[in-house]
């Protein structure tokens, strides 16, 4: 009995697999003739995506989670769209990083990804229009803000369309197979930071904590050398055949890096999604107080307020602010109105969807 049961299950799949084959390549269809329709136009459209999966997760039953659904749906979607045209992402390298991760993990494997030496390259490389969008960190929840990314969103051509976040999981890495021996750590910076306790604990105080350009920079460090490790992710491990020391050795639990996509495009409203803006106030009392005035008044949340230093002059300062709510919308725009007004400077650096979770 228990055999037969067996059979009409896997006879039950096979069907299955033959009508979701048939209604995927049905989708692929509708997005090739869309693509003719735009004729060369945009192919990436954020908006519509997340349009896509947040109804695709409200519509979900089960017993697939929702972060299930969603990672299949948008590997639908990216291959679909590499039918119009294969995107290029660039990302902070090499091979095997966070950044390389949230990329794939926003544009599906059908994307190609392109390594850059810095961030300032991946940047370069899109504003040069030799790459469609980069990708790149802007936020950790235990770090704090990436400040370069910052810098260079304050003067770059691009627009910020899209938004990833990302779990980050860190691992002790060796070619060899102990703790023991180990003289040297490589990770970022930031890396480093977010595992400081636990390297406290756990290896001697005479071992070296070397700050390198990248995860995956150390993993290749850490693979050439075997008194070396390297704190990175599963990515950089399989990339450099490393072996897992220690997983999950991050001080927080909750440990997660949000990322930002830039391109050259703006997007129409989703129907939940963030602006994001570069200010700086007028010099004289109560400035800040007045810059931030415009929100209140017209209903508008804020969900990030971050300093940073201009660079133009000595403790002159500008702000980062994250707003509920798209560019386009009345509240918003009537906010940005009133804020150019109190402003010594604006800058919007972008209307995106919410990240999909």
Request: charged letters at 25%.
């Amino acid at each position: 009995m228990s055999d037969e049961l067996l059979r009409q299950h896997r006879d039950a799949i096979d069907a299955l697999d033959v009508e979701i084959l048939r209604l995927i390549n049905q989708r692929a269809e509708h997005a090739r003739h869309i693509g003719e329709i735009k004729g060369g136009g945009l192919v990436y459209r954020p908006e519509r995506e997340a349009q896509v999966l947040s109804r695709i997760k409200g519509l979900n039953q089960g017993p697939l989670p929702d972060e299930s659904i969603a990672k299949l749906f948008r590997e639908i979607m990216s291959a679909c769209l590499s039918i119009e045209r294969p995107l290029t992402i660039a990302f902070l390298g090499p091979d095997g990083t966070f950044s390389q991760s949230a990329a794939i993990k926003h544009f599906g494997h059908a994307a190609v990804t392109l390594a850059c030496a810095s961030i300032d390259e991946a940047f370069r490389v899109v504003e040069a229009r030799s790459a469609d969008y980069v990708v790149a960190p802007v936020e950790n929840s235990t770090e704090g803000a990436v400040g370069r990314t910052l810098d260079l969103m304050l003067a770059t051509p691009l627009s910020v369309c899209g938004e990833v976040v990302l779990r980050i999981h860190h691992h002790l890495l060796r070619r060899e197979p102990s703790q023991t021996g180990i003289r040297r750590v490589y990770s970022h910076a930031q890396s480093l930071a977010q595992c400081h306790e636990w390297l406290n604990k756990n290896l001697p105080a005479d071992v070296e904590r070397v700050s390198v350009s990248s995860n995956a920079e150390a993993a290749r460090l850490a693979s050439l050398d075997s008194d070396c490790a390297a704190i990175a992710g599963d990515a950089a491990a399989e990339r450099f055949g490393l072996i897992k020391l220690a997983d999950n050795i991050e001080d927080e639990p909750n440990n997660t890096t949000r990322f930002l996509v830039l391109g050259y495009h703006k997007t129409t409203p989703s129907g939940r999604d963030k602006t994001s803006i570069v200010m700086s106030a007028q010099n004289k009392p109560g400035a800040v107080h007045t810059l931030l005035s415009p929100l209140a008044e017209n209903g508008v949340s804020m969900t990030k307020f971050e300093s940073r230093p201009s660079r133009t002059g000595l403790w002159e300062y500008v702000f980062f602010v994250d707003v509920e709510g798209h560019a386009d919308e009345a509240g918003v725009m009537r906010t940005l109105d009133q804020l150019r007004d109190k402003a010594a400077f604006v800058k919007v650096l972008g209307a995106y969807p919410v990240a999909v979770i």
